[in-house]
Structure formats: structure tokens, C-alpha cells
């Protein structure tokens, strides 16, 4: 019996031979595969940008705590000025009640540099409660003063960097194209008396457990301060010739009722300062001046 075996070769011709395979038809396949593998690769899109660095500083954590310690007391968030000359800060609380306006000097950082070939000021949206959480890892003392680095780039969405004791800490800065500086009021008030931020303070501490607004008057010899509740009552005068310092334009007086929560918090920002200085007229803005800086405080005006 004969045997026939049949011969099934895939990719063969008549001749049984190999077809060679075109090389164009392999180069093609080749650059295929490779367009395949790059399409999980990871590019940058058009918007993405390479972050640049805009601004470069080193300051002490008592100078930083004593910034975000002022602003904060109004918001939570601040359009931060810079420019060759230092940090320059506007911004009202969200009910627009009160108003500071601080400026921190180049002078007062360790390292101060900005990158900025236009020279122009440039805006830093950031948000204070990043920072609050940085500096509570900053423990200062009289003897610790630590010095925390910070950096600002720009990129497709700006950032700082902040870095304290090995720590660093990314956090995204916020469009500030929306909002507003505000311009600061230039307000002639008569009469004004500087103290101790500390004796202040106590005074207005003691004022909220009967009333949550407090009425100032400063004459030529007093400065009285009353809080009254609907059946309690606090007051405290103060003889101004005691006082570090003092000026009545209107020695009969003046006299404004002002919110005391706001009132507090802007005193209690500034009680490490030796001396505050209070511009008071009648039913008009209190303003406390402080070094670099200033509170604006609306009145309370009651209806009749």
C-alpha cells in the first residue's frame, strides 16, 4: 500500500520557498508597534507648563507667625503683593467690617530675592491655614527662632514650596484674578492715645462676658472703655497722662461703639507689640496703627 502524505506549509508558494516578506512592509509594522507603546507614555499637554521659579526667601517663623497671625484675623485666604521692596498686604473680612493693610519690608527677611525681569509687582494667592499648619511645628521662643524657607513657582496651577527642619511642605496657590484690593481710607480722626496691646486686651477680655460691643471714648485726661449687658456691666478709664502717649484735637471728647469680636481679635493679633496706637473720632472707623501696618474698624451704629 503506498502512502501519501499531504504537505500543508502556511505562507509558501508553488515552488514550496519562503515568500520574502518586503522590508517597507516591516518598517511600517515596526513604526506601528512603536506608535502603539507610546500612547501609555505620559506627555505634557499643551497648557502644562514647566514650573519657573518667581520668587525665592528666608524668614524667621516669628515674622511669618506674626503676618498670619495679623491677616488671619480677618481671612483665610490673602492676595499677597511682592515686589522688589517686600510683601505688601490689603484685604477686608468677608462682611467687609474691617480692613488691614500690612507691609513687610524686605529688610525683615533672612533672604529676599525675586525673579521678575519685567520688574512688575506680581500676586500670591495663598491660603493662610497651609501656612498656620507649618508654623505650629515652629515652636518659638525667646532662645528658637527657626528660619523656614519658602519658594513660589510658576506653573499650570503656581504653587510654594515651604521648608522647615527637613520638612517640606507643596501647597497649590488660588487665581487672585478675582479679587479686589481694597484702597485703604485716609481718615483724619481727632483724637488718639497709644498703650501697651497687653492692656488693651485684658480690658476687652473682660468686656465680652457681659456684651459683645464695647463703646470707646478718649477725652483730654481718659480713656474710658464700658461693655454693658442687659444687666451687667464692665468698665475700665484709663488716665492718659499715664499712657505712653496721646493727642485731643477735641479735648471734649470722642466717643464710638465698635463689634468686640472684631475689636478682640485685632488686639489680641498685636498683643507681643509694646505699644498700639488708637485714632478714634465720633461714630467714625477706629484705627490702630502698629509698626508697618494698620486695622481699620467700622463703627456700630444703632438706629433709633
Known amino acids: 500500500m503506498e502512502s501519501h502524505e499531504e504537505n500543508v506549509v502556511v505562507g509558501y508558494g508553488e515552488t514550496n520557498e519562503p515568500e520574502a516578506i518586503p522590508v517597507s512592509l516591516v518598517?511600517?509594522?515596526?513604526?506601528?508597534?512603536?506608535?502603539?507603546?507610546?500612547?501609555?507614555?505620559?506627555?505634557?499637554?499643551?497648557?502644562?507648563k514647566i514650573p519657573v521659579l518667581i520668587l525665592e526667601c528666608r524668614v524667621k517663623a516669628s515674622v511669618l507667625k506674626g503676618i498670619v497671625d495679623k491677616v488671619s484675623t480677618l481671612t483665610d485666604e490673602?492676595?499677597?503683593?511682592?515686589?522688589?521692596?517686600?510683601?505688601?498686604?490689603?484685604?477686608?473680612d468677608p462682611a467687609h467690617v474691617a480692613m488691614i493693610r500690612l507691609d513687610v519690608d524686605m529688610t525683615a527677611f533672612e533672604l529676599f530675592r525675586?525673579?521678575?525681569?519685567?520688574?512688575?509687582?506680581?500676586?500670591?494667592g495663598i491660603d493662610l491655614d497651609k501656612?498656620?499648619?507649618?508654623?505650629?511645628?515652629?515652636?518659638?521662643?525667646?532662645?528658637?527662632?527657626?528660619?523656614?524657607?519658602?519658594?513660589?513657582f510658576r506653573a499650570s496651577t503656581d504653587y510654594i514650596l515651604v521648608d522647615f527642619d527637613g520638612m517640606t511642605r507643596k501647597a497649590s496657590l488660588f487665581d487672585t484674578s478675582c479679587i479686589d484690593e481694597p484702597k485703604v481710607p485716609n481718615l483724619k480722626l481727632p483724637n488718639s492715645v497709644t498703650m501697651p496691646a497687653s492692656d488693651l486686651l485684658a480690658v476687652l477680655k473682660s468686656c465680652e462676658t457681659v456684651s459683645d460691643h464695647v463703646s470707646i471714648r478718649l477725652d483730654a485726661g481718659t480713656l474710658t472703655i464700658i461693655a454693658e449687658g442687659d444687666t451687667?456691666?464692665?468698665?475700665?478709664?484709663?488716665?492718659?497722662?499715664?499712657?505712653?502717649?496721646?493727642?485731643?484735637?477735641?479735648?471734649a471728647g470722642v466717643t464710638s461703639k465698635f463689634p468686640l469680636d472684631y475689636l478682640t481679635k485685632i488686639v489680641k493679633s498685636l498683643k507681643g507689640l509694646p505699644a498700639i496706637t488708637l485714632h478714634l473720632g465720633n461714630d467714625y472707623p477706629v484705627k490702630v496703627d502698629f509698626?508697618?501696618?494698620v486695622f481699620l474698624l467700622a463703627p456700630r451704629i444703632e438706629s433709633d
Not at 492676595?79 to 498686604?89: E, F, K, P, R, S
Open 114 to 124: 525675586v525673579y521678575n525681569p519685567s520688574g512688575d509687582r506680581m500676586e500670591l
Open 291 to 293: 509698626p508697618n501696618g
Open 27 to 48: 518598517e511600517e509594522t515596526e513604526t506601528e508597534i512603536a506608535s502603539e507603546e507610546n500612547v501609555n507614555e505620559e506627555k505634557p499637554t499643551e497648557t502644562e
Open 232 to 251: 451687667d456691666r464692665v468698665s475700665k478709664v484709663f488716665q492718659t497722662d499715664l499712657l505712653i502717649d496721646r493727642s485731643t484735637a477735641e479735648p
Open 131 to 152: 501656612l498656620r499648619e507649618i508654623l505650629m511645628s515652629a515652636k518659638v521662643t525667646k532662645a528658637i527662632d527657626p528660619v523656614i524657607s519658602l519658594q513660589a
Open 78 to 92: 490673602v492676595a499677597v503683593v511682592i515686589d522688589q521692596a517686600g510683601w505688601h498686604i490689603r484685604t477686608v
